[in-house]
């Protein structure tokens, strides 16, 4: 049997929609909002644990329905409160997901992506999509107090946040690991003189991108194995972060793959 919910003042909507609005509660609670059809089968692929599904009465799907997950069924007024997408018709309340970076299995030519204190769930999202597009599957958000499951962000990655595995470290962490670990480290440093088409990416192998609006930190500078630019014909001296990072991405793909 499914249940339907018609009014704003239904304890359970309240619930959701106070998980949509405040980053503290979603925090508090380890829970957040996930909208889409494939969002949340991509969720349940990667074994997050869906506590209850929201549809409108106008988008059931046997898809949905045949989930051994609580279903409620929404009024169209009252998931458009909630939703952003209001022509998905579907939203799910979903459990924080931990990693541990200690418990991975590493391959010999292991790629890691490090973003340094980012700042724009939007831009984190976008790459995580293009991350898990190029077939990677291991981020780090160093020393960012950024929250992980944002809405912004997860809409951003289109989902693809729900495959990566994805670490909230300190800067001094992931340093350490990936020396333990034998991971040459390669920093996006605007001064460098270095063209990252001349790093050899195909070995195990660490991409540092700083934040929007100032470079790495003093001890990525320090520590890295080699600093790298992508060189700027034009006026403008640096790139969007979502673009910059895709570019090298690409370059260390293209590398591995056809060279």
């Given amino acids: 049997m499914i249940n339907k919910i018609s009014s ?34 991509l969720c349940l692929k990667s074994n997050f644990i869906i506590d209850v599904i929201f549809i409108s009465n106008k988008k059931r799907s046997k898809k949905i329905d045949k989930l051994n997950i609580q279903i409620y069924e929404i009024d169209d007024n009252l998931i458009k409160k909630i939703i952003y997408r209001e022509s998905e018709g579907v939203f799910a309340i979903v459990n924080y997901k931990y990693f541990d970076i200690e418990k991975l299995k590493l391959n010999d030519d292991e790629l890691f992506l490090i973003l340094e204190n980012p700042e724009k769930p939007g831009n984190i999202g976008a790459i995580m999509r293009t991350f898990e597009a190029s077939g990677f599957k291991n981020i780090v958000l160093s020393d960012s107090n950024v929250e992980i499951f944002n809405p912004n ?13 994805i670490f909230q470290i300190s800067t001094n962490e992931i340093i350490n690991f ?14 460098s003189n ?5 790093i050899n990416f195909k070995k195990r192998c660490a991409i540092v991108m ?13 520590r890295s194995d080699q600093l790298l630019s992508i060189p700027m014909y034009g006026k403008v001296d640096s790139l969007n972060l979502s673009v910059a990072t895709a570019i090298i991405l690409y370059e260390a793909l293209n590398q591995r793959k056809f060279s």
Wanted: aromatic fraction near 12%.
């Fill in 8 to 41: 704003k003042d239904n304890s359970l909507f309240k619930y959701a929609r106070k998980l949509n609005q405040k980053a503290n509660f979603r925090k508090k609670e380890k829970k957040f909002i996930v909208e889409g059809q494939k969002e949340i089968e």
């Fill in 210 to 222: 700083g934040p929007e609006k100032s470079s790495i930190n003093n001890e990525f500078v320090s």
């Fill in 153 to 165: 962000t997860i809409r951003a990655s289109i989902g693809s946040i729900f495959s990566l595995n």
């Fill in 194 to 198: 270095t063209d990252y088409k001349k």
């Fill in 178 to 191: 990936l020396n333990k670990n034998n991971f040459k480290i390669y920093s996006s440093f605007l001064k």
